[in-house]
Each structure stands twice: as C-alpha cells, then as structure tokens.
C-alpha cells in the first residue's frame, strides 16, 4: 500500500473530507505536514503517515479524528464519526474500497 494519496492533497490538506463545525459555522478539511515527501497528518493528537491513517480508517477503526484549522488560524478537530458533520468525497471513498479490496485479498476473501 504504497500510494502517496496526492490526490487527495490540495494545499496542505485533505480536501476530500470535509468536517462542517459548530458555531461559527464553516467547513474545514483535514490538514497535512509532510516530513520528506510522504505526508503525515495529525491522528487523535500524534502525527502518522496518511496510508497509515488510510488503512486504520478502512478496517474501521473507531473515533479517529483529524487535526485542522478554522479561519481564524485556531486548530480543531475532524471527528469522523460525527456523520452528520461529515462529507467524503468520491475519490477518498474510492481509496478506502481499493484498500478495503487490498485487505481481503490479504486475507484470503475473494473479491466481489
């Protein structure tokens, strides 16, 4: 699973997730370092790779979220499994079922 994701990256951040906040009301999207030329993004407070991200969000691994900023520069965070103030984009979703994919076959599932 050695894919770069680039994209999913548009200005430092993961702008297919999108996370609508509470008052004052904005849409945010994910923010991303890069240490070299992988990307990193900040994961329930510690920095990780995105494909590490990725793959953990795949298996459905539960309360991840996502460090990002607001508008006035303050950091917040993307809680994924606030579904209702959440949209994915289709070229994440796509990403998650080729991994998804990946993992079965891993497996030993047969692919659908």
Do not use: W
Request: glycine content about 6%.
């Amino acid at each position: 699973m050695a894919r770069g994701y680039s994209e999913l990256i548009q200005s430092a951040k993961l702008v297919h997730i999108s996370y609508r906040t509470q008052t004052p009301v904005e849409s945010v999207h994910p923010r991303v370092t890069y240490h070299g030329e992988m990307p990193f993004v900040y994961c329930n407070k510690e920095s990780i790779p995105l494909a590490d991200f990725m793959s953990r969000y795949a298996r459905g691994e539960p309360n991840l979220r996502l460090g990002a900023y607001r508008a006035n520069g303050r950091q917040t965070s993307v809680s994924l499994t606030r579904r209702e103030h959440v949209t994915l984009g289709a070229p994440f979703i796509h990403a998650i079922e080729e991994i998804r994919l990946e993992l079965n076959r891993a497996n030993g599932h047969k692919a659908e």
